[in-house]
DNA sequence: ACCTCCAAAGGACACCAGCG
DNA sequence: CGCTGGTGTCCTTTGGAGGT
C-alpha cells in the first residue's frame, strides 16, 4: 500500500482501520519529527524524517512477522528515501519509498543507487512526476525527469490511468509504482481509493504482490493467550502428568535433580499447552469501533460508485459519509481516552495498572526496532542471528565480565571467605543439614504472591505457577529442599534470556546503545542468550550483574552504601532505602538539634557526592525561565523552612542564611569544577565547561531583588538561628533544589521537642538520571518541570 | 493578617508563513 | 486548501513585593 498522508499521527486510525489487510506500507510526508516517537501496532517502522523543516518524511511499515532489514536510509538534496530489503520466494526484493517535493528534482543517482543496492526493486512514492504517456493526465517537468529513468531500461512503472491526486476538479497521476522486470510481472490488482479523512489529496493505492516473504522465525519463548485459558482444565491436566513422575523416586545426585527439574518444566508445559491457546499474534486494532469500521466499509462503497456515475448526488453522499468516517474515529479516539480515564481514577494510584497507562502515553520507551547493521569491534552484523552473536561477544566481554579485584582488602577478606566455607561443608557434613526443610505451606505463600512477569527460558509463565496444585507444591518442595541439601541448581535454571532496550538518542549501531534485561530463571554461574527478533544467540556465561527483581540487588546496595552511615552519632537516626537516604534527629533544644544535624550532615557529606555533579550539566542548559521558577521554588522553600512571613525579601534571606541564589551557586560549582579540570589538565572538560558556563551568563539573571524590607526584628532573629541549622546542612550536602524541597524546621515557638528532616528526595535520582541518558533539552526541560511539580507537591503537603 | 499593585505566566484564539 | 509551527493579542491567574 502506498500513500501520501500529509501527517500520518493524525491519519494512523484510519490507516490502521482501512489498510490493515496489507503488510507493506509506503507512507509519504508523515511530517514526523527525528524527536518524535511513532510505532504502529504489529508493523516494523523504518523512517527518514526531515531534518531542521517541515513537512516532508518518508516510511515503511512492514508487518513485523516479515523477515526484514534497512539497507538505505537517505536524503539526496530534496529527495527523501528509505529502502529495506526482504526474503521472498525468488529472491531478495528491495523495496524502497522515494518522496519528491513539488519544488524539488528528482535525483537520478537516488534511483541508480537503490538499482546498485539490489537489481531486484521496487520503488513507491510520490513522485510528483506526470507523464503522459503512462497514464497522467499532462507531463510536468519531472515526468520528462521520469521518463529518461524509465527509457534506461532498468526500471519499468505500472502504466494504467488511475489517478492518484484529486482536488476540486484537479485529477492527476503523480504517485508512482516502479519495479524491475521480474518483479513488475508479479503487480496486480492495483487499486486507489478515497481519501483519507475529509480533505481532497492523495489517494492510497493498494496492490498485490503475488510472491511470498520469508517470515521470521517464532519467538523462542511459547507465548500463550492467557485470556482464553481454562485454568481447571490446566490443573487436572497437570496432576495427570505429574503422577506420571515416582514421588518416592530418591533425588541423591546432582543429575537426579538436573533431570527432576527437566520433567517438573515439561509437566507444566504441556498441561499448559493443553490448556490454553498460544497466543496467535494478531493485530487487535482497538483504536476503532465495529460501528466505525462499518461506515468505513461504506465510505470505500459510495465512493467507488461515484467514480463509476461521476453524479453530483453520489459526490454528495461520498462527502457526507467521509465527513460522518472522521467524526466517528475523532469520537472512537475520545471515548477510548475517556474510559481510560475513568480507570485511572477509579484504581488505586499506586496500582501497575496506572504506571503502565502512563508509560503508553508517555511513550519515551515505545519498542522501537532496529534493522539495520550492528557495528562491533570492526565487525558487521546483518542479519538477527549475527547480530544476536554480537551482542553475546559485547556482553560477555564488556558487561558480564569480572574483573579481577585489587582492592587492599580482597586477599583478606578471600581467605576468610574460604574458610568460613570450610567450616561450613565440615558441620553441615557432620550435622546432616543445617536447614529446616522448605515447607510446602511456604511455598504455597511464595506462589501467591509471585508477579506477572515475562518468563525465562523455561517458558513457565508465572501465572500458571500461581495455579497450581497440591500435587506440584509437594513436587516443587521435594526439589527445593533437594537443592538446598546439596547445593545444587539446576543447569536448566541458570539459563537467561536477554532482550535489549535501545537507550535513547543513541547510535543504534552500537551495541553499547542497549540496555540488556535478562529474563532468567535463577542466578550462580548463569548463562544467557541474546534474543533479537525471535533469534537466540549462541549461549555464553555471565560473570557479573544481579538479577532484576532479587533479593540479591537491594543487598548489594546495602554493603555498598553500609559504611556511609558508619560516622554518625547515635543522636541521628537515618534511614535508607534503595537509593533514598534520609537522616532525622531529636532535641530539646533548638542549638544542640541544630549541633547534631550538622554534624551527622558533615559526616554524611563526606561520603556522598553533591548532586550538582550529576545534574549540572544539565541544569546549566535550561533556560531562563526554569531557573526563575527553581529560584521562586528556592525562595518560597526557605521561608517556609525559616517560617517568614511572605513579604520578606529574598534578598534577606539569602544574605542572613549565607545561602546562595541558585544560578549563582551552580556558577560557583562550575567555576570549581573548571579550575580542577584545568589542574589536571583536561582540555576537553575545561572547553565544555567554559561553554557551558558561557551559556549560563548569557542568560540574563532576572531575579533582580531590590529593596530589603524592614522585618520585625525579633521574630526574624530567632527564626535566623534556628534556620541555619537546617539550611547550612542542606547547603553543604545536598544541592539547594532538593534541600529545599524538604528541608523542614519546626517553628521555634512551638515547645517540646522539634524535629528536622533531611531527605535526600527523588529528585537527585530523576537528576542523575536524566544526565545518564543524556535526553534532549527539550525533554529535560519537561523533566525538570516536573521535578519541580514533584517538589510542590511535596511543599504542599507539608503546609 | 490582610489588601493592593505590578509583572510574569499561561491559555484561548486568530493570523500568517511555509510546505505541499 | 490542509497541516504545522510561530507570533501576537486578549484575558485570567499567579507570584512577588510593598503597604497598612
Same mark, same amino acid.
Given at each position: 500500500?502506498?500513500?501520501?498522508?500529509?501527517?500520518?499521527?493524525?491519519?494512523?486510525?484510519?490507516?490502521?482501520?482501512?489498510?490493515?489487510?496489507?503488510?507493506?506500507?509506503?507512507?509519504?510526508?508523515?511530517?514526523?519529527?527525528?524527536?518524535?516517537?511513532?510505532?504502529?501496532?504489529?508493523?516494523?517502522?523504518?523512517?527518514?524524517?526531515?531534518?531542521?523543516?517541515?513537512?516532508?518524511?518518508?516510511?515503511?511499515?512492514?508487518?513485523?512477522?516479515?523477515?526484514?532489514?534497512?539497507? #538505505?536510509?537517505?536524503?539526496?538534496?530534496?529527495?527523501?528515501?528509505?529502502?529495506?530489503?526482504?526474503?521472498?520466494?525468488?529472491?531478495?526484493?528491495?523495496?524502497?519509498?522515494?518522496?519528491?517535493?513539488?519544488?524539488?528534482?528528482?535525483?537520478?543517482?537516488?534511483?541508480?543507487?537503490?538499482?546498485?543496492?539490489?537489481?531486484?526493486?521496487?520503488?513507491?512514492?510520490?513522485?510528483? /512526476?506526470?507523464?503522459?504517456?503512462?497514464?497522467?493526465?499532462?507531463?510536468? /517537468?519531472?515526468?520528462?525527469?521520469?521518463?529518461?529513468?524509465?527509457?534506461?531500461?532498468?526500471?519499468?512503472?505500472?502504466?494504467?490511468?488511475?489517478?492518484?491526486?484529486?482536488?476540486?476538479?484537479?485529477?492527476?497521476?503523480?504517485?508512482?509504482?516502479?519495479?524491475?522486470?521480474?518483479?513488475?510481472?508479479?503487480?496486480?490488482?492495483?487499486?486507489?481509493?478515497?481519501?483519507?479523512?475529509?480533505?481532497?489529496?492523495?489517494?492510497?493505492?493498494?496492490?498485490?504482490?503475488?510472491?511470498?516473504?520469508?517470515?521470521?522465525?517464532?519467538?523462542?519463548?511459547?507465548?500463550?493467550?492467557?485470556?482464553?485459558?481454562?485454568?481447571?482444565?490446566?490443573?487436572?491436566?497437570?496432576?495427570?502428568?505429574?503422577?506420571?513422575?515416582? #514421588?518416592?523416586?530418591?533425588?541423591?545426585?546432582?543429575?537426579?535433580?538436573?533431570?527432576?527439574?527437566?520433567?517438573?518444566?515439561?509437566?507444566?508445559?504441556?498441561?499448559?499447552?493443553?490448556?490454553?491457546?498460544?497466543? @496467535?499474534?494478531?493485530?487487535?486494532?482497538?483504536?476503532?469501533?465495529?460501528?466505525?469500521?462499518?461506515?468505513?466499509?461504506?465510505?470505500?462503497?459510495?465512493?467507488?460508485?461515484?467514480?463509476?456515475?461521476?453524479?453530483?448526488?453520489?459526490?454528495?453522499?461520498?462527502?457526507?459519509?467521509?465527513?460522518?468516517?472522521?467524526?466517528?474515529?475523532?469520537?472512537?479516539?475520545?471515548?477510548?481516552?475517556?474510559?481510560?480515564?475513568?480507570?485511572?481514577?477509579?484504581?488505586?494510584?499506586?496500582?501497575?495498572?496506572?504506571?503502565?497507562?502512563?508509560?503508553?502515553?508517555?511513550?519515551?520507551?515505545?519498542?522501537?526496532?532496529?534493522?539495520?547493521?550492528?557495528?562491533?569491534?570492526?565487525?558487521?552484523?546483518?542479519?538477527?542471528?549475527?547480530?544476536?552473536?554480537?551482542?553475546?561477544?559485547?556482553?560477555? @566481554?564488556?558487561?558480564?565480565?569480572?574483573?579481577?579485584?585489587?582492592?587492599?582488602? %580482597?586477599?583478606?577478606?578471600?581467605?576468610?571467605?574460604?574458610?568460613?566455607?570450610?567450616?561450613?561443608?565440615?558441620?553441615?557434613?557432620?550435622?546432616?543439614?543445617?536447614?529446616?526443610?522448605?515447607?510446602?505451606?511456604?511455598?504455597?505463600?511464595?506462589?501467591?504472591?509471585?508477579?506477572?512477569?515475562?518468563?525465562?527460558?523455561?517458558?513457565? %509463565?508465572?501465572?500458571?505457577?500461581?495455579?497450581?496444585?497440591?500435587?506440584?507444591?509437594? %513436587?516443587?518442595?521435594?526439589?527445593?529442599?533437594?537443592?538446598?541439601?546439596?547445593?545444587?541448581?539446576?543447569?536448566?535454571?541458570?539459563?537467561?534470556?536477554?532482550?535489549?532496550?535501545?537507550?535513547?538518542?543513541?547510535?543504534?549501531?552500537?551495541?553499547?546503545?542497549?540496555?540488556?534485561?535478562?529474563?532468567?530463571?535463577?542466578?550462580?554461574?548463569?548463562?544467557?542468550?541474546?534474543?533479537?527478533?525471535?533469534?537466540?544467540?549462541?549461549?555464553? /556465561? #555471565?560473570?557479573?550483574?544481579?538479577?532484576?527483581?532479587?533479593?540479591?540487588?537491594?543487598?548489594?546496595?546495602?554493603?555498598?552504601?553500609?559504611? *556511609?552511615?558508619?560516622?554518625?552519632?547515635?543522636?541521628?537516626?537515618?534511614?535508607?532505602?534503595?537509593?533514598?537516604?534520609?537522616?532525622?534527629?531529636? *532535641?530539646?533544644?533548638?542549638?544542640?538539634?541544630?549541633?547534631?544535624?550538622?554534624?551527622?550532615?558533615?559526616?554524611?557529606?563526606?561520603?556522598?557526592?553533591?548532586?550538582?555533579?550529576?545534574?549540572?550539566?544539565?541544569?546549566?542548559?535550561?533556560?531562563?525561565?526554569?531557573?526563575?521558577?527553581?529560584?521562586?521554588?528556592?525562595?518560597?522553600?526557605?521561608?517556609?523552612?525559616?517560617?517568614?512571613?511572605?513579604?520578606? *525579601?529574598?534578598?534577606?534571606? %539569602?544574605?542572613?542564611?549565607?545561602?546562595?541564589?541558585?544560578?549563582?551557586?551552580?556558577?560557583?560549582?562550575?567555576?570549581?569544577?573548571?579550575?580542577?579540570?584545568? +589542574?589536571?589538565?583536561?582540555?576537553?572538560?575545561?572547553?565544555?565547561?567554559?561553554?557551558?558556563?558561557?551559556? #549560563?551568563?548569557?542568560?540574563?539573571?532576572? +531575579?533582580?531583588?531590590?529593596?530589603?524590607?524592614?522585618?520585625?526584628?525579633?521574630?526574624?532573629?530567632?527564626?535566623?538561628?534556628?534556620?541555619?541549622?537546617?539550611?547550612?546542612?542542606?547547603?553543604?550536602?545536598?544541592?539547594?533544589?532538593?534541600?529545599?524541597?524538604?528541608? +523542614?524546621?519546626?517553628?521555634?515557638?512551638?515547645?517540646?521537642?522539634?524535629?528536622?528532616?533531611?531527605?535526600?528526595?527523588?529528585?537527585?535520582?530523576?537528576?542523575?538520571?536524566?544526565?545518564?541518558?543524556?535526553?534532549?533539552?527539550?525533554?529535560?526541560?519537561?523533566?525538570?518541570?516536573?521535578?519541580?511539580?514533584?517538589?510542590?507537591?511535596?511543599?504542599?503537603?507539608?503546609?
Amino acid at each position: 500500500m502506498h500513500i501520501n498522508v500529509t501527517s500520518i499521527k493524525k491519519h494512523t486510525d484510519e490507516i490502521l482501520a482501512r489498510f490493515n489487510t496489507y503488510d507493506i506500507w509506503s507512507i509519504n510526508e508523515t511530517n514526523l519529527k527525528p524527536h518524535q516517537l511513532f510505532s504502529l501496532q504489529g508493523f516494523n517502522i523504518f523512517r527518514n524524517d526531515r531534518q531542521n523543516k517541515q513537512g516532508g518524511g518518508v516510511l515503511l511499515a512492514i508487518r513485523k512477522s516479515i523477515k526484514c532489514f534497512e539497507i #538505505l536510509n537517505a536524503t539526496i538534496e530534496t529527495n527523501e528515501a528509505v529502502a529495506v530489503q526482504i526474503e521472498t520466494s525468488l529472491g531478495q526484493l528491495l523495496i524502497a519509498t522515494v518522496y519528491i517535493p513539488p519544488a524539488g528534482k528528482i535525483q537520478q543517482k537516488l534511483f541508480d543507487e537503490i538499482y546498485q543496492l539490489n537489481n531486484n526493486c521496487l520503488i513507491l512514492g510520490d513522485l510528483n /512526476a506526470a507523464l503522459e504517456e503512462k497514464g497522467s493526465r499532462k507531463t510536468n /517537468a519531472k515526468g520528462v525527469q521520469l521518463k529518461q529513468i524509465l527509457e534506461e531500461g532498468y526500471l519499468q512503472c505500472i502504466d494504467n490511468n488511475l489517478t492518484t491526486y484529486a482536488r476540486n476538479n484537479y485529477e492527476e497521476k503523480i504517485d508512482w509504482i516502479l519495479a524491475t522486470q521480474p518483479t513488475i510481472l508479479f503487480i496486480d490488482e492495483v487499486e486507489t481509493h478515497a481519501p483519507l479523512g475529509c480533505k481532497e489529496d492523495h489517494k492510497p493505492i493498494t496492490f498485490n504482490l503475488s510472491m511470498t516473504a520469508d517470515l521470521k522465525p517464532k519467538s523462542p519463548r511459547l507465548t500463550f493467550n492467557f485470556n482464553l485459558a481454562n485454568w481447571n482444565l490446566y490443573r487436572k491436566k497437570l496432576n495427570e502428568y505429574l503422577n506420571k513422575i515416582d #514421588l518416592k523416586q530418591k533425588l541423591e545426585t546432582k543429575e537426579h535433580i538436573d533431570t527432576y527439574t527437566i520433567a517438573l518444566t515439561n509437566c507444566i508445559t504441556l498441561a499448559m499447552k493443553e490448556a490454553m491457546p498460544l497466543a @496467535n499474534g494478531k493485530i487487535r486494532n482497538n483504536n476503532v469501533s465495529e460501528v466505525t469500521k462499518k461506515l468505513i466499509e461504506e465510505k470505500h462503497k459510495v465512493y467507488r460508485k461515484w467514480r463509476k456515475t461521476t453524479n453530483e448526488i453520489d459526490k454528495k453522499h461520498y462527502y457526507k459519509i467521509r465527513e460522518l468516517v472522521s467524526n466517528a474515529i475523532r469520537n472512537d479516539r475520545i471515548e477510548k481516552l475517556t474510559a481510560i480515564m475513568s480507570t485511572l481514577s477509579a484504581k488505586k494510584m499506586q496500582s501497575a495498572g496506572v504506571w503502565n497507562t502512563v508509560k503508553k502515553f508517555h511513550n519515551k520507551r515505545t519498542k522501537q526496532s532496529y534493522s539495520g547493521q550492528l557495528i562491533y569491534q570492526n565487525t558487521t552484523a546483518n542479519n538477527d542471528q549475527e547480530k544476536a552473536n554480537v551482542f553475546a561477544r559485547y556482553f560477555e @566481554n564488556e558487561i558480564f565480565v569480572s574483573k579481577p579485584d585489587e582492592t587492599p582488602f %580482597h586477599n583478606q577478606v578471600n581467605t576468610r571467605a574460604a574458610s568460613i566455607k570450610r567450616k561450613m561443608k565440615m558441620e553441615t557434613s557432620s550435622r546432616e543439614n543445617k536447614f529446616s526443610p522448605i515447607t510446602e505451606n511456604e511455598i504455597k505463600c511464595i506462589l501467591k504472591q509471585l508477579p506477572n512477569s515475562a518468563p525465562g527460558p523455561d517458558a513457565i %509463565h508465572n501465572r500458571s505457577l500461581k495455579n497450581y496444585t497440591k500435587l506440584l507444591v509437594i %513436587h516443587l518442595a521435594k526439589i527445593f529442599n533437594a537443592i538446598v541439601g546439596m547445593g545444587h541448581i539446576p543447569q536448566e535454571w541458570k539459563k537467561a534470556n536477554i532482550i535489549l532496550l535501545l537507550k535513547p538518542k543513541k547510535e543504534k549501531k552500537v551495541p553499547s546503545s542497549y540496555r540488556p534485561i535478562s529474563l532468567l530463571s535463577c542466578l550462580d554461574q548463569r548463562t544467557a542468550s541474546v534474543e533479537i527478533e525471535s533469534t537466540l544467540s549462541r549461549s555464553f /556465561a #555471565l560473570k557479573s550483574g544481579t538479577p532484576q527483581g532479587s533479593p540479591l540487588s537491594p543487598l548489594l546496595y546495602i554493603l555498598f552504601t553500609y559504611d *556511609s552511615m558508619n560516622n554518625i552519632e547515635d543522636h541521628t537516626q537515618y534511614g535508607l532505602f534503595a537509593d533514598d537516604t534520609a537522616l532525622w534527629a531529636g *532535641s530539646n533544644t533548638i542549638k544542640s538539634l541544630r549541633r547534631r544535624l550538622q554534624t551527622s550532615a558533615n559526616e554524611f557529606n563526606r561520603w556522598f557526592r553533591s548532586i550538582i555533579t550529576y545534574g549540572c550539566t544539565i541544569l546549566l542548559k535550561t533556560d531562563n525561565s526554569i531557573w526563575k521558577r527553581m529560584q521562586i521554588l528556592q525562595n518560597k522553600a526557605l521561608r517556609a523552612a525559616l517560617g517568614l512571613p511572605m513579604y520578606t *525579601s529574598t534578598e534577606f534571606i %539569602h544574605l542572613r542564611t549565607k545561602i546562595p541564589m541558585i544560578k549563582n551557586y551552580a556558577k560557583e560549582i562550575l567555576n570549581k569544577a573548571i579550575s580542577r579540570a584545568e +589542574t589536571y589538565q583536561d582540555n576537553t572538560t575545561t572547553e565544555n565547561l567554559k561553554r557551558i558556563l558561557s551559556i #549560563l551568563q548569557s542568560i540574563n539573571s532576572t +531575579t533582580t531583588v531590590t529593596s530589603a524590607a524592614t522585618i520585625p526584628s525579633t521574630t526574624v532573629v530567632t527564626a535566623t538561628s534556628t534556620v541555619t541549622s537546617a539550611t547550612t546542612v542542606v547547603s553543604s550536602t545536598i544541592v539547594p533544589t532538593t534541600t529545599i524541597t524538604s528541608a +523542614t524546621t519546626v517553628p521555634p515557638t512551638t515547645a517540646g521537642p522539634s524535629t528536622t528532616v533531611i531527605t535526600s528526595t527523588t529528585t537527585a535520582t530523576s537528576i542523575a538520571t536524566a544526565t545518564s541518558i543524556g535526553m534532549s533539552s527539550e525533554a529535560i526541560r519537561q523533566e525538570i518541570s516536573l521535578i519541580i511539580l514533584f517538589s510542590l507537591m511535596i511543599l504542599i503537603a507539608q503546609f
